[in-house]
């Protein structure tokens, strides 16, 4: 299993911006997948965007022009630029990893937004 440790959430007024950042632990698996998905109670997960190892972005409509991903291959990590932030995208934000066979999750970092 691959360890997680996110960094980054708050509490932003709307139009604002913030940079979440996630750590993945060495692994002797190859990651594959990293990205971010979020939560709103009562709500399924959602994925907001994700990179693979060929460096293939892929954004959730409602954040496509708005969030930026990027991963540092040598450090193991993965960010996430949010910029023209809006109350709808308040919700918990999870680091996701697919290394080898596994999936893995981080503890998930709360994001506000406030209008």
């Known amino acids: 299993q691959v360890q997680l440790v996110e960094s980054g959430g708050g509490l932003v007024q709307a139009g604002g911006s913030l940079t979440l950042s996630c750590a993945a632990s060495?692994?002797?698996?190859?990651?594959?997948?990293m990205g971010w998905y979020r939560q709103v109670p009562g709500k399924q997960r959602d994925m907001v965007a994700i990179?693979?190892?060929?460096?293939?972005?892929n954004y959730a409509d409602s954040v496509k022009g708005r969030f930026t991903i990027a991963r540092d291959y040598a450090k193991n990590t993965v960010n996430l630029q949010m910029n023209s932030l809006k109350p709808e995208d308040t919700a918990v934000y999870y680091c996701y990893v697919v290394a080898g066979p596994h999936t893995n999750w981080g503890q998930g970092t709360q994001v506000t937004v406030s209008s």
């Open positions: 990179i693979t190892n060929a460096d293939n972005r």
């Open positions: 060495r692994t002797s698996f190859s990651i594959n997948v």
